[in-house]
């Protein structure tokens, strides 16, 4: 008999924790911190791990103030 164990890689969900709702004033800024918004992820680095909007805000906009290489402000 031949009995093979197989270990599932990057099987676990991450985990996001919401910090408190982030109202901002009109012409005011925000910054988003991990305060705001962390995921953690038994599986993946801390490096790893990217945000992604797939819904722009019902007012005002999001802007990348800090470039990365490959992104785009």
Request: charged letters at 25%.
């Amino acid at each position: 008999d031949l009995n093979i164990t197989i270990t599932p890689v990057n099987n676990q969900k991450p985990v996001i924790v919401l910090g408190n709702p982030v109202f901002v004033a009109e012409g005011e800024s925000f910054r988003f911190t991990e305060n705001v918004l962390k995921v953690t992820d038994p599986d993946s680095k801390t490096k790893e791990i990217q945000f992604m909007i797939t819904k722009q805000p019902q007012w005002g906009y999001i802007e990348n103030t800090k470039s990365n290489p490959g992104s785009e402000k």
